[in-house]
């Protein structure tokens, strides 16, 4: 049977990971532990993609060789993920600069090349020195023929190129964004990109405009640029060509990417995959940026928000559940501390930490603490409809639902009074429901806060409820004012 498959875009290894990354890692996470709790068999890829002119250029300055240059930068990564909580027995990691990948990359290449889709041909076009990029027609004259960067004039410049005839597949890309993008407003979007048909595009360089990536096969003179090394991650990864387990995986289920790549995996990723005759993937997933403040992050402007400052901070469920709550899943989406702690103390803090403790104190006090004879939980069939639709703020929005629900259960029947008053046959129902739906809920975190749904499963998982409880998420006030006591 075919296994599970969810793809991360493979960030560019120029620089420590940041937010986006973070967000792919997060959704993917999400996706994998959602298949895996289905009893479905799953691999999640990730990667980073480490040649070309920028990783060189960062690391001659830097008096580092490339490989010395993404080597030291590969721990970051890792150490993303890890905080993260990524579910590591689930995940494989490639890099660009695999020795592996690239004998896999170098056959695409070939069988790409056999299947008459490769071609020479000279680039001629406006270009800036400095940016080491062909800027188009119709931008060179926008910005009247002066690099705005870099304040020189372009240059005419031609260059033999080789290029992949992406053209040549236009219906079927159509086809497919029609099909297996998500959401579709994005699809219609990449649509409107190839109204008039898709473009060939260029897939190499001369070596000495682009020293640093995998050569092309039987040409010394070129090196491949970008498209062919860096998509073919999603196939060298489970060990396409030659290793037969790639057929276990593909296609994809979903690939995931931000909105500023969908384009290429839109486009010029399914013309990769209708060349080596492969199938395409299923669902394209694509997600929005991160603000803050209603303002683009960006270094200048000092307004960088560092994933693992708020772990270290809050603890990674609390990241988690922001993240994936509080940023619409296919839309930019906003941060502030303000907005982050008023979701930590008034939802995972009161909301969800409060169920839990005050249920599980109650069924200490009114059951002995004695579970055995309560039946097992529900699923939560509304929430699966939504993570299986990729909709995963609704999802959790739907998942607090219950929360609130079970909260103002235990308001409305008042246990306490129930005990108060001697109506033990009523008492133990609401207890029975209240344990009832705080396991289904557990169940329904999984995916989003693993590490907390493990602390609900200690508690009420068993038998009987153990002799101390821990608190959830305790308040914190460390970027807002702590709201006076009365
Ligand atoms: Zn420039």
Redesign the pocket.
Known sequence: MKKFYITTAIPYANAKPHIGTAMDYLYADILLRYQIAQGNDALLSVGTDEHGTKVAEKAAANGQSPQEFVDELQPHFEMMRQKLDLDFPHIRNVRTTDEQHARRVEEIWRRLDQAGLIYKDTYEGWY?V??ESFIPENEARAMNFI?N??QKPLEKLSEDNYYLAVSKYTAKIREFIKTAVKPEFRGRELLDLIKDGAKDVSISRPVDKLEWGIPVPGDESQVMYVWIDALSNYLTVIGYPENDEYRDFWPADIEIVGKDIARFHAIIWPAMLLGLGLELPRQLMIHGFINVGGAKMSKSLGNVVSPLEIIDEYGVDAFRYYFARHIPTFEDGDFTWEKFEAAYNGELANDLGNLVSRVANMAKKYMAGDLSSIADANSMSTTSAYLDNLQLATAIDDVWLQIQRANKFVDDQKPWQLAKTGESDQLAATMSKLVSDIRMIARGLLPFLPETSAKIDEIFGSDTVPDTIPILFPKKYLHTEEPSRK
């Open positions: 800036c400095g940016c690099c960067d870099h």
